[in-house]
């Protein structure tokens, strides 16, 4: 049975930290990437972060690149994304979703399977 939950959103300040979960299983498969997407209001959705269970790489979108680290949790088996120095910009919800096969992508068409998503708020 597939399951795929998404936690750690809520609200921080300008500076702060978040850290983001994706917990997926059921997938049938050890060959899969994760990635992170979000998406504001009016806005399109943007790539965050991937990262390939085959080999542990990882991608960056550009507007977090140097202050973002998405990591595997092998106790918990979650996918975790932490973005530092957070500003007002990177509010959203944020998307995780799910990829069978190699190739960490940070293009949407990469991926079969997406969360319901987790709101971001980022105060000034």
């Known amino acids: 049975q597939v399951q795929f939950v998404e936690s750690g959103g809520g609200l921080a300040q300008t500076g702060g930290s978040l850290r983001l979960s994706c917990a997926a299983s059921?997938?049938?498969?050890?060959?899969?990437?994760i990635g992170w997407f979000r998406q504001a209001p009016g806005k399109q959705r943007e790539a965050v972060s991937c990262?390939?269970?085959?080999?542990?790489?990882?991608s960056y979108g550009d507007s977090v690149k140097g202050r973002a680290a998405i990591s595997r949790d092998n106790v918990r088996n979650e996918i975790n994304l932490q973005i530092d120095d957070l500003n007002p910009e990177d509010t959203a919800r944020y998307y995780c979703a799910w990829g069978s096969g190699y190739g960490c992508s940070l293009q949407s068409q990469r991926y079969d399977y997406w969360g319901q998503g987790t709101q971001v708020t980022v105060s000034s």
């Open positions: 059921g997938f049938g498969t050890n060959i899969y990437v």
């Open positions: 990262w390939s269970n085959e080999d542990g790489s990882t």
